[in-house]
């Protein structure tokens, strides 16, 4: 997730080059409430990530897929190296995929506020992915398959399989990105192509993870209703009874497509 990591850093950067109305605004303090929470629960969160231990050759021979549950159980019997890189590289889209919005007139007007907004987002999910991750400790199913390498298998990324951080932040981007999308632009007729094809590209996202072997169905069922649920919440709380009305900030909402 270090690629992320990054993308959040760019972001946070772009935030503060500049400020303008938006039908996001929020108080300066409720934003900087929201920001500094996040920032402080993703260092707490990468702290207590850091210290997850690998796992042994010993604890290796130990597992058994017997154990896992009917509806995981699959999982255990995949592994795909190239099905993890082609996760990387979908997610990595629906990551960026708001610097697409950004090409519109009017949200690049906004570009301070929307990657405040974005970054509140990025580091809610994140922090929420990697607190659960640090004190659940799940081995990921591939850990059970015994075509994969001992040496893959016995390293701290094993036991960081619930819930699924490619889910949580591809559904997070996705939603994000189709509630701003309809925010802007109430009436254009391209809000439910937008929003169809971010969540197809999350869920496609998920989907590999478990072809891959790396996340059971229910790590990334998790991700995903914890992420979209963030990807929802930060558009709504930024738009609260403090902000502008939208008629009043002298948008046009045209988006020209």
Same mark, same amino acid.
């Given at each position: 997730?270090?690629?992320?990591?990054?993308?959040?850093?760019?972001?946070? =950067?772009?935030?503060?080059?500049?400020?303008?109305?938006?039908?996001?605004?929020?108080?300066? @303090?409720? /934003?900087?409430?929201?920001?500094?929470?996040?920032?402080?629960?993703t260092f707490l969160s990468y702290m207590l990530d850091s210290k997850v231990e690998p796992l042994t050759d010993g604890e290796v021979s130990a597992l058994n897929r017997?154990?896992?549950?009917?509806?995981?159980?699959?999982a255990t019997y995949n592994y795909s190296p190239a099905g993890a890189l082609a996760s990387d590289i979908l997610l990595g889209t629906t990551a960026?995929?708001?610097?697409?919005?950004?090409?519109?007139?009017?949200? #690049?007007?906004?570009?301070? @506020?929307? =990657?405040?907004?974005? %970054?509140?987002?990025?580091?809610?999910?994140?922090?929420?992915?990697?607190?659960? #991750?640090?004190?659940?400790? *799940?081995? /990921?199913? &591939?850990? &059970?398959?015994?075509?994969?390498?001992?040496?893959?298998?016995?390293?701290?990324?094993? *036991? *960081?399989?619930?819930?699924?951080? !490619?889910?949580?932040?591809?559904?997070?981007?996705?939603?994000?990105?189709?509630?701003?999308? %309809?925010?802007?632009?109430?009436?254009?007729?391209?809000?439910?192509?937008?929003?169809?094809?971010?969540?197809?590209?999350?869920?496609?996202? @998920?989907?590999? /993870?478990?072809?891959?072997? /790396? !996340?059971?169905?229910?790590?990334?069922?998790?991700? %995903?209703?914890?992420? @979209?649920?963030?990807?929802?919440?930060?558009? #709504?709380?930024?738009?609260?009874?403090?902000?502008?009305?939208?008629?009043? =900030?002298?948008?046009?909402?045209?988006?020209?497509?």
């Amino acid at each position: 997730m270090a690629i992320f990591n990054r993308i959040l850093y760019f972001f946070l =950067l772009l935030s503060v080059l500049g400020n303008c109305q938006s039908p996001y605004s929020v108080s300066d @303090g409720d /934003r900087a409430i929201l920001l500094s929470a996040g920032g402080s629960l993703t260092f707490l969160s990468y702290m207590l990530d850091s210290k997850v231990e690998p796992l042994t050759d010993g604890e290796v021979s130990a597992l058994n897929r017997n154990e896992i549950n009917g509806f995981d159980i699959g999982a255990t019997y995949n592994y795909s190296p190239a099905g993890a890189l082609a996760s990387d590289i979908l997610l990595g889209t629906t990551a960026l995929s708001p610097l697409l919005l950004m090409l519109s007139p009017e949200i #690049k007007k906004d570009a301070a @506020g929307y =990657l405040m907004m974005f %970054a509140e987002m990025s580091m809610f999910t994140l922090s929420a992915t990697y607190l659960v #991750k640090s004190n659940v400790k *799940r081995i /990921r199913p &591939y850990a &059970y398959n015994e075509n994969v390498p001992l040496e893959e298998k016995t390293n701290s990324e094993t *036991r *960081r399989s619930f819930f699924s951080g !490619h889910a949580s932040f591809a559904f997070a981007s996705a939603v994000f990105v189709s509630e701003t999308f %309809a925010e802007y632009y109430p009436e254009s007729k391209y809000k439910n192509v937008v929003r169809g094809a971010a969540l197809l590209t999350a869920t496609a996202t @998920g989907y590999l /993870r478990y072809y891959a072997g /790396r !996340h059971f169905p229910s790590d990334i069922i998790a991700g %995903a209703v914890v992420g @979209g649920a963030i990807g929802y919440i930060i558009p #709504k709380i930024n738009k609260s009874a403090k902000s502008k009305p939208a008629e009043n =900030l002298n948008i046009n909402f045209t988006i020209p497509l």
